[in-house]
């Protein structure tokens, strides 16, 4: 699961006492501390110590795990620095290099040497170097501080351990906060930035199945790609150079070709992005009653736009296919989110797990009104959600209003070093702007946009403009006006149209030019803590601050209710492993989910011609002639396997490991009827899917030809009978 950047809400999970059931497994666990899960990990079949897990003596699996961009994880597989990650996370690379000339993402792409292997400008992956509990520092630091200027004073001194943790040094080192704040960890990385794109099989594999089999299990997708790292001469990290090497790393994963069985260990290590397990009942209301429809209403709007345009050439499709693809894996996930969390009565469930806490926190003056002040911050903010929604997933949806709210916040500081900064990074972002432009699609979304928003918040909630564009040209049908007034923009703003932009850019524009662009004066009433401000009182801002200190409050309480058991923190971008096993399930009653699908199975989905379901030709080919190499077993070849590891967004791409710390699969997604996962893991249904590295192989050496990269592989095999 690719990390998506959008908000996504929070909960109340608990309680990791160990079932004896072999059920879905829950925990992301901090790698340095994972000698406390160590016995429970021996008993499900892991056979390493806790050093070969993490150590910063000794090369260990940390070390063969990366960062992959910040949004997806990947696996060091070579001595060679080869990296596999998923299909989906490298395909906004892959699309970069494809034109309908040279289109890599629909026909696929193996380089047969270094030399074809093709640079991927800001692409960047992280190593863990070590990691340090410094929560005694950061609460010194902050002792006596009031309660308004903690947060920023925590941001300074987290930043002044890091730069001190890593002087002298070529490491990075940033501080991220555990339990909403209730603990800290340094953390200090290698970041290498020169990382090639080194093969993708085409797009009708690593994404067969496309939206329609999204999030869904059984699946059939080879969602795999591979690149590798690059270093200078001392093999430290170094800028893009034709002169660099590819990076020798401590560690590298051995692939195992051996096959699985239901119930076999099985590891996930990576880096889950964010999950909410602590939401309450109150979050999760407001989640599935309002903000999440609305999030995909809006989505709906972009994703039809696109799509009629992607129809109707090539060039276009390959120009917007990535960003439509993000737009669209989270589209899905919030229909299925909202499902499951009403299927699974996560609300009552939550609420129930409230009554709970209240009486154990009775008595208790710290926390006795906690739940009671949850539900009254709630009911102040909820009048105001919608529209903070449509204002980050709409109105900011639309790129251009988006970089001329970048500039306009440059401005309202009044530094001439910030503006400067604002037009240099709208500069450097041209390129991409101009490839996912499209002027048709565009306007339609922003006409649709604006008219969505008039429809369905509260009239006394309208910001300004509207009022005003209504004096002005009100036609009784408002979709009418918005259109007239996108055509006034479209035709009068020199920050649309990719070449009106580039040659504004290029005059360098003053402070006074822009205040004169009717685009630039649109985007000003956008400024997200003006537009609240103006809308909303401090209705949102008052909500946050309450809430974070609700939820810090809320997990030290559970922290202290919990003591003596394990706990684990929600997921936050850093590294983390969930272990468990190999594991089928029921999706609903007489029904039960095989552990793995096969080839004969994609070959079932097989549809010629269509969009999300058709096949290469080299692949039916090779089917029907059962040519399987040596990846096959039982006269078929296995495609996917699913396990009940606990993974989100993020997670994408990461290793997936069996009791010997060999590669089994990579994790790609998560199963529809646990969508509410990030909010509250269920322990009957959720699974993680995953593709087989014997079809990854299969891909590669069969089909791609590929032989230099499977010579690279540290093939692990069955040991022949004796
Ligand atoms: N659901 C997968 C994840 O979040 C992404 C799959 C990408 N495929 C797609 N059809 N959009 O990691």
Sequence with gaps: MKKSNVFVAFFLGLALIFSTVVKADEGMWIPMLIGKNYEQMKKQGFKLTPEDLYSINKASLKDAVVSFGGFCTGEIVSKNGLIFTNHHCGY?????????????????????????????????????VRMEDVTEK?????????????????????????????????????????????????????????????GNPPQSIGKFGGDTDNWEWPRHTGDFSVFRVYAGQDNKPAGYSQANKPYTPKKFLPVSVKGLKNGDFSMVYGFPGRTDRFLTSYGVKLATGKVSPAIVKLRDIRLKAWKEEMDKDVATRLNLSSTYANIANYWKYYIGQTEQLKRLKIYEQKQKAETEFSSWAAGKPEYAQLTDEYRAAYAAYEPFAL?????????????????????????????????????????????????????????????????????????????K?????????????????????????WDNSKLIRPDKLKAFMASDPSVKDLENDPGYQYAVNLIPADFIKINMGSAVTDFDNKKAALDKLYLKALLEKNKGKLMYPDANSTMRITYGNVQNYSPKDGITY????????????????????????????????????????????????????????????????????????????????????????DKQYKRTICVDTRYVLWCIDVLGGAKNIIAELDLRKDVPAK
């Design 465 to 489: 403009f509207y009022t005003i564009l209504a004096q002005d040209n009100w036609q009784g049908n408002p979709e009418s006006t918005f259109r007239k007034f996108a055509d006034h923009l």
């Design 387 to 463: 529209e903070r929604t449509y204002i980050n997933e709409g109105f900011l949806a639309t790129a251009w209003v988006k970089q001329a709210v970048a500039l306009a916040l440059a401005v309202q500081k009044a530094d001439t070093a910030a503006f400067k900064a604002a037009k240099d990074k709208l500069a450097a972002s041209l390129p991409e702007y101009e490839e996912s432009y499209n002027a048709i699609a565009d306007k339609k979304i922003f006409v649709k946009i604006l008219a969505s928003f008039y429809n369905d918040i509260p009239k006394n909630q309208h910001p």
């Design 594 to 681: 095989n552990i793995v699908t096969t080839i004969d199975g994609v070959m079932q989905k097989y549809v010629p011609g269509d969009a999300e379901f058709d096949l290469p030709k080299n692949f039916i080919d090779a089917y029907n002639a059962r040519n399987f190499g040596q990846y096959g077993q039982n006269g078929t070849l296995v495609v996917n396997f699913i396990s009940n590891n606990d993974i989100t967004g993020g997670n994408s791409g990461s290793p997936v490991i069996n009791g010997k710390g060999e590669l089994i699969g990579l994790a790609f997604d998560g199963n529809w009827e646990a969508m509410s996962g990030d909010i509250a893991f």
């Design 92 to 128: 906004d690379a892959i699309a970069s290099y494809s034109t309908p000339q040279n289109n890599i993402l629909d026909n696929g792409f193996w380089a047969k040497s270094y030399s074809e292997e093709k640079p991927v400008p800001g692409l960047f992956v992280n190593f863990l």
């Design 138 to 198: 950061i609460n010194a630091a902050v002792k006596g501080i009031s309660e308004d200027q903690k947060a920023a004073r925590i941001d300074e001194v987290g930043k002044q351990i890091a730069s001190d943790a890593v002087k002298g040094t070529k490491y990075d080192g940033f501080v991220r906060d555990f339990y909403k704040g209730n603990q800290y960890f340094l953390y200090i990385f290698q970041k290498f930035t020169d990382i090639r794109l080194v």
